[in-house]
């Protein structure tokens, strides 16, 4: 799996963000952090209110050293020098606006550019307002992140976190499952666990021989679903065997 | 739609969010900003280092009037309560954990279980150290959220507004389709354009009558691409007929 991360990576190493006009400078910071979580390297800032700036060090945090390779620029076609497609990250609705997506399209549009070799640019606005009309046409897309109808002012390093974790997902996927994990018992681990649990509930009187069907068919139904592992197989025949011993020495 | 956003958004209110032992109150605020802008209504604290707290009030901006409602327990066991789905988040590895699943996969777990009419609980630990391994246990998923390997310290409340917008996605989908958008060009109004565009190029001898087929080609990709609208159908068909009529003029 280790080529597929680097592939990814390198992915999302074609991916910039542009912040224009950017009014607080902790919200750079900000931005800066949610970038490198999420493995994104290459941050523009057109014309910020105030940058560098000690609340934008704060809030970048651990990711402080990528403020340093912050690239400021005067215009936004400065910022896009290169890019093949720039996407707008804007919520309000606009007469003519370039092809509106949501975000989770966008990633994965950014991501399959990305991967053809192009390079690819996230457009974000000032805080209050955001992007101008003459910003937004010179993208090709509009995204918008989802919000509530009733409240949808998304912080400007929250929306860049929305983004960078779309992309990062587009590009690598779902590494959960990656993790090591305890195997799995076999089959035979189980069918026999099953056995000595159905014959040890018939030796309690539990279940009576003839009628254990219904019980067994729900202890199977609870087991399977959850996925035993090999080691919880040898945990749960030991307490059978525990109680077993247990009744044999009962009067 | 109105209907479908409805059902979505009473999904969304059975998905409650769990702060155990949050240490800034910052984050708390931001935190109940980042489940507003994404619909999210019921936050509850196991034991915050301090809260209320005037932090979060200025943190949480447009959603200050949530805190008014957030429910501040004793124990973990407590801000559960009624919850049939807890999912722990979590980026450490343990040794004995429940199902580790992505933070997609949870989301959509979570959304599912509250269309069955389920309440559904995210937990997240304190800002260094995370969820304790006892607080883990009492939750039958982990979800992870994917970060950089070089980087993964993300921030509290970054964390929750990707779980938000997760859950909302899960619970609404993508809802940017649902903009009014201007009425696209039909066949005719397309196939008439191309007809004049054509003439007009061969009086223009940009193209020759029986050679024009490989331009056309190239016109017609291009503007099929573009997902010509009715109105700049007749905007380009105006071009051509001022480009005509100054032909027509020329000595």
């Known amino acids: 799996m280790k080529e ?15 912040l224009s006009h950017t009014t607080k400078p902790g919200n750079i ?15 523009l800032l057109v014309r910020p ?3 560098p700036h000690r609340e934008a060090t704060f809030m970048a945090a651990g990711a402080a050293d990528m403020l340093d390779r912050v690239e400021v620029c005067d215009t936004l076609d400065e910022a896009l020098h290169g890019a093949a497609l720039a996407i707008a990250l804007s919520a309000r609705r606009r007469d003519l606006s370039p092809v509106l997506i949501d975000v989770r399209e966008a990633a994965q549009a950014a991501v399959s550019e990305a991967a053809a070799g192009a390079d690819v640019a996230f457009v974000f606005g000032t805080e209050i307002s955001g992007l101008s009309n003459d910003e937004v046409l010179r993208c090709q897309r509009v995204a918008r992140i989802g919000t509530s109808a009733r ?16 992309t990062r997902y587009a590009a690598l996927g779902n590494r959960a499952r990656y993790d090591s ?34 019980v067994m068919e729900r202890l199977r139904r609870l087991f399977g679903r959850a996925m035993l592992e090999s080691q919880e197989v040898n945990v749960l025949r030991g307490m059978l065997n525990a109680w077993d011993e247990a009744m044999r020495k009962e009067p």
Chains 1, 2 share one sequence.
Request: aromatic share 6%.
């Open 4 to 18: 597929i991360d680097e592939a990814g990576e390198a992915l999302l190493g074609r991916v910039r963000i542009v």
């Open 181 to 214: 994990r305890t195997p799995l018992a076999t089959h035979e681990e189980k069918e026999h666990f099953f056995a000595a649990l159905q014959a040890s509930l018939e030796r309690s009187a539990f279940i009576d021989r003839d009628k254990s069907g219904r």
């Open 151 to 166: 409240f949808s002012s998304l912080n400007l390093a929250a929306s860049v976190q929305v983004v960078a974790h779309e």
């Open 49 to 51: 209110a105030q940058f």
């Open 29 to 43: 910071g900000a931005a800066v952090r949610a970038m490198k979580t999420m493995g994104l390297r290459r941050l």
